[in-house]
């Protein structure tokens, strides 16, 4: 069925760094543009990156600029998200979302949880 | 880009209508119509429920709708039911070329 599936989620140190992985299925990934997105606990959603459908655009929030690297393999119809110099306000579970092509999020992944603690 | 502005929480009987504000500037909401609405219940991935202001996706119930207004967005729920008990985020394209969320509203079905 059409579904996303993050992981590479876990407990990292401070200044440590984390590959987060999604794999969609069920639909053309190579068609959408997609996104990730976080929400640390007991907080509010928080839009963190995007990336088109070629990988020749992509945008970061200021939170995690310089910081990270988002990619995507359409052969392997996956998004990652690698994320470097982890600190604790990184804490959070990160979602994959794909755009429904006007900046909104159509379809999303369970998340996979990140912590960042030492 | 800091964070639209929602009302921390709502509620309202069932059967009633609520109405949920989303308040931002002329660089996010009031500039584009490029406003969506997530329902998230407790542990669940979000939900979409609105997008382009007004629009419902395929399979969404009626009693939710969207509107703008200036640089304030809108959600209303119609015929208000339990189910519809969840948090509720506002989400809107920005001049940054980015997206912005709202600060989140939690609606409580009395």
């Known amino acids: 069925q059409v579904q996303l599936v993050e992981s590479g989620g876990g407990l990292v140190k401070p200044g440590g760094s984390l590959r987060l992985s999604c794999a969609a299925s069920g639909f053309t990934f190579s068609d959408y543009y997609m996104n990730w997105i976080r929400q640390a606990p007991g907080k509010g959603l928080e839009w963190i990156s995007y990336i088109s459908k070629r990988g020749d655009l992509i945008y970061y929030a200021d939170s995690v600029k310089g910081r990270s690297t988002i990619s995507r393999d359409n052969t392997k119809n996956s998004l990652y998200l690698h994320m470097d110099s982890l600190r604790g306000e990184d804490t959070a579970v990160y979602y994959c979302?794909?755009?429904?092509?006007?900046?909104?999020?159509?379809?999303w992944g369970r998340g996979t949880l990140v912590t960042v603690s030492s | 880009q800091s964070a639209l502005t929602q009302p921390a929480s709502v509620s309202g009987s069932p059967g009633q209508s609520i109405t949920i504000s989303c308040t931002g500037t002329?660089?996010?909401?009031?500039?584009?119509?490029?406003v969506s609405w997530y329902q998230q219940h407790p542990g669940k991935a979000p939900k979409l429920m609105i997008y382009d202001v007004s629009n419902r996706p395929s399979g969404v119930s009626n009693r939710f709708s969207g509107s703008k207004s200036d640089n304030t967005a809108s959600l209303t729920i119609s015929g208000l039911q339990a189910e519809d008990e969840a948090d509720y985020y506002c989400c809107s394209y920005t001049s940054s070329t980015t997206p912005v969320f709202g600060t989140g509203t939690e609606v409580t079905v009395l």
């Open positions: 002329s660089s996010d909401i009031g500039g584009y119509n490029y």
């Open positions: 979302a794909r755009d429904g092509a006007s900046w909104y999020f159509d379809l």
